[in-house]
């Protein structure tokens, strides 16, 4: 009998771990299919959506951050897609998506919406 309930609580578990992987994939496919229709406002929704089903995942957060710089070089948002690119080359050094990024500012920089100068260099006027 002990065994019965021991084999049920584990296959409860993995259930619910595949589950909380099966729908985090999910929202990744619509982010992506999102993006590739235009739509930045669902790809972020889904981004969310992905960020909440993969706290136990870390391995999934550079690829959600490079495809929200993504979204946000698609809306011209341009010093907010850099700042993303920045941050995932800080915090994923090792990274496919920290070559990537490298790539993004590199462009973003050659067309000019990405000055070279730092933000910490911009100083406030004084009235």
Known sequence: MRFVLI??????????????????????????SAYDRGNCE?????????ERDSRARPYVW????????????????FIDAAQTYQFI???????????RARARLETLQSLGHYPLRSAAAVKPTQF
């Open 89 to 99: 080359i800080a915090a994923y050094p090792q990274s496919e998506y920290a070559y």
């Open 42 to 50: 669902q790809v972020m929704l889904e981004l969310s959506k992905v």
């Open 62 to 77: 550079p690829e959600v951050s490079m495809m929200r710089g993504q979204c946000l070089e698609r809306q011209k948002m």
């Open 7 to 32: 084999a049920a609580l584990a296959i409860s578990a993995l259930s619910v771990t595949g589950c909380t992987r099966w729908a985090m994939n999910h929202h990744l496919n619509n982010a992506y």
